[in-house]
């Protein structure tokens, strides 16, 4: 049989639910009161500032935190009163760590010591093919790149079968170009394999390119829920406009158009050289393909993206094609 046929195969997809879920620390709330449901074979991804409550969201799915007020379900079945091993759920966390006097191969094999000889072999010649590692497994962690302890980490992850992903800035050791394949590998397993994943973040750009759905997270509150696409267009608050998107949108007193209240406009939908808005340019960052420029407007600041370098102290036109009411 094909390898990821049969990959597919093991794989019978869970939903995740959190009903009232709160968890404290001493008198402080790590999170409080978070309603979610993650559906069978989702990506959803926790994004969210240092500190907001995220690794408390995982922990408390996986059962390493002890929840003190609602309810958890995987597949429909209260997990809540469950201890870890009872949960199949596979966790990667932030700093992976391997076995370092044992291989590779022995590395993984910890996951699955009850399955006899022959069939431990199996899982892991196969899942070490899908990720590329084959010649690796008699290697020492030592000996191997970021990278490729990385690919160790997740394959960990996948001999274990576990029918729920929760992994917690997996990537954060790597370099970018390091994080950027990587990312792309998860999400390939994850697409041939529909395995409900949790992935937690606070880096938004990877969110955008990895999530399904995307949970944002302040202060121990889960704020917004949507796809990639719709917290894009439609931030929930000006909390969310001013931290989502690269660059988040720039948010300016409705007196500078003909609107009443905040306003976000994204860098993308500033024309500059046209329209009657008038400002100057305080600054001009190259980004590759284009310029970001920022304009001051009344002691108020807009980036734009622009094909033109503009210069420091120029005073410039623009108008919007778009933007996006955030209340008073
Ligand atoms: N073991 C603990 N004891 C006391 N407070 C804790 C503990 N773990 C977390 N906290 C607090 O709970 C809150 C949420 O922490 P959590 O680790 O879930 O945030 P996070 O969003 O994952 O942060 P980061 O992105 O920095 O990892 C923080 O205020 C944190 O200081």
Redo the contacts with the bound molecule.
């Keep these: 049989m094909d390898a990821i046929l049969r990959i597919i195969l093991w794989v019978d997809k869970m939903s995740v639910e959190l009903k009232n879920v709160t968890k404290k ?2 008198k ?1 709330y ?2 409080r009161n978070v309603n979610l449901k993650i559906n069978k074979g989702e990506f959803f991804v926790l994004l ?12 408390s799915i996986a059962g390493l935190e002890k929840i003190d007020e609602g309810r958890i379900f995987i597949d429909n079945e209260d997990v809540t009163p469950l201890p870890p091993g009872k949960r199949n759920v596979a966790m990667v966390f ?1 700093n992976f760590a391997l076995y370092p006097n044992k291989t590779v191969y022995e590395n993984l094999s910890l996951p699955i010591e009850n399955l006899n000889k022959s069939e431990r072999e199996e899982r892991i010649t196969e899942v070490a093919k899908r990720l590329g590692i084959s010649d690796l497994l008699n290697r020492y962690p030592s000996e191997l790149s970021g990278g490729q302890q990385q690919r160790v980490a997740l394959a960990r992850a996948l001999v274990k079968r576990a029918k729920i992903f929760l992994m ?2 997996p990537l954060s050791n790597l370099d970018a170009p390091q994080r950027i394949s990587a990312r792309k590998l998860i999400k390939d397993i994850q697409i041939e394999e529909r395995i409900t994943t949790i992935y ?1 973040t ?1 880096d938004q750009t990877e969110a955008m390119a990895i999530a399904d759905r995307i949970g944002i ?1 302040f202060n ?1 509150s889960l704020i917004q829920v949507g796809t990639p696409e719709e917290i894009y267009e439609n931030p929930a608050n000006i909390d969310v406009a001013m931290f989502f998107g690269n660059p988040p949108m720039s948010i300016i007193d409705g007196k500078v158009v003909d609107e009443k209240g905040k306003i976000g406009v994204r860098a993308e939908d500033v024309s500059i050289g046209e329209g009657k808005l008038k400002g100057v340019v305080r600054e001009v960052e190259f980004w590759g393909d284009r310029y970001l420029v920022y304009i001051s407007i009344n002691g108020q600041e807009i980036r734009a993206f622009s094909k033109i370098k503009y210069k420091i102290g120029e005073e410039v036109n623009f108008s919007f094609s778009k933007y996006k009411l955030l209340g008073e």
């Design positions: 620390y001493g402080i790590a999170i969210g500032p240092s500190g907001s409550g995220k690794t408390t969201i995982l922990r932030q917690d800035e937690v606070h997270i121990g």
